[in-house]
C-alpha cells in the first residue's frame, strides 16, 4: 500500500499567518490527491483535489500544490474559521490511503 | 440537493453483529461509487473501502478486508457496512462519502455514524 507521510502532525499558528502542510507519497501517485478539512464533530470537507484544483466555494486563500511523491497544502492568510485538522488522501492505486492529519491550532 | 444520511449511533457487546446504512438522494446511485471510512476516537481518516451500486464492484483496504462487509442495495440507493462480529477496537466513527469520479474526489459526506462496542 502507498504510504502519506503528512507533515507536521500539529502546528500553532496566528491569524494571517502563511501556513503550509506537506505530504509525501512512498511511490509516485502523479497528481491523484486531494485534502480534506476537518473540525471537530463534523464531517470532512473536500479544499483541494488533484493535487492542485480548488473546489467550487473553497475561499482562494487555499491552494495545492505538487506532483509525484511531493504535495503541499498552503494557506495564505490563515483565518479563525481554518483552524481545524487537515488531511490528504491518495486515489492513485488501491488501497487509497490518507495521511495522518495535521492540526492547525490557535496561537 | 444530494444527500448521504447514515444511521443513528449504536451501541453493541463484543461479538454482536451490526449493519450501518447510508441512504443516498439527489443523484444517481448507481453512477457514484461510495466509500466507507473510520476515525478512531481522537485519531485520523482510514479509508476501508469502496463499492460501485451499479455493479457491486467492492474494493476493500487489506486492513478491513475480511473484517467488514461493504454492499449496497439498488433498489433503496442504500450503502450498508456490516460486521458479523464487533470488537472493542471497532469503536469509532463511520463515515460514508460520495466519490465523484472524474475529476476524483468525495465531494458529499454522510453526517457520521457513532459506533460503540462494549461490554
Known amino acids: 500500500a502507498i504510504q502519506m507521510t503528512q507533515s507536521p502532525s500539529s502546528l500553532s499558528a496566528s491569524v494571517g499567518d502563511r501556513v503550509t502542510i506537506t505530504c509525501r507519497a512512498s511511490q509516485g501517485i502523479r497528481n491523484d490527491l486531494g485534502w480534506y478539512q476537518q473540525k471537530p464533530g463534523k464531517a470532512p470537507k473536500l479544499l483541494i483535489y488533484?493535487?492542485?484544483t480548488l473546489h467550487s466555494g473553497v475561499p482562494s486563500r487555499f491552494s495545492g500544490s505538487g506532483s509525484g511523491t511531493d504535495f503541499t497544502l498552503t494557506i495564505s492568510s490563515l483565518q479563525p474559521e481554518d483552524f481545524a485538522t487537515y488531511y490528504c488522501l491518495q486515489d492513485n492505486n488501491y488501497p487509497w490511503t490518507f495521511g495522518q492529519g495535521t492540526k492547525v491550532e490557535i496561537k | 440537493e444530494v444527500q448521504l444520511v447514515q444511521s443513528g449511533a449504536e451501541v453493541k457487546k463484543p461479538g454482536e453483529s451490526l449493519k450501518l446504512y447510508c441512504k443516498a438522494s439527489g443523484f444517481s446511485f448507481t453512477s457514484h461509487w461510495i466509500g466507507w471510512v473510520r476515525q478512531m476516537p481522537g485519531k485520523g481518516l482510514e479509508w476501508m473501502g469502496i463499492?460501485?451500486?451499479?455493479?457491486?464492484?467492492?474494493r476493500y483496504s487489506p486492513s478491513f478486508q475480511g473484517q467488514v462487509t461493504i454492499s449496497a442495495d439498488k433498489s433503496i440507493s442504500t450503502a450498508y457496512l456490516q460486521w458479523s462480529s464487533l470488537k472493542a477496537s471497532d469503536t469509532a466513527i463511520y463515515y460514508c462519502a460520495r466519490w465523484y469520479g472524474n475529476p476524483y474526489y468525495f465531494d458529499y459526506w454522510g453526517q457520521g455514524t457513532l459506533v460503540t462496542v462494549s461490554s
Open positions: 463499492i460501485y451500486p451499479g455493479d457491486s464492484d467492492t
Open positions: 488533484a493535487a492542485s
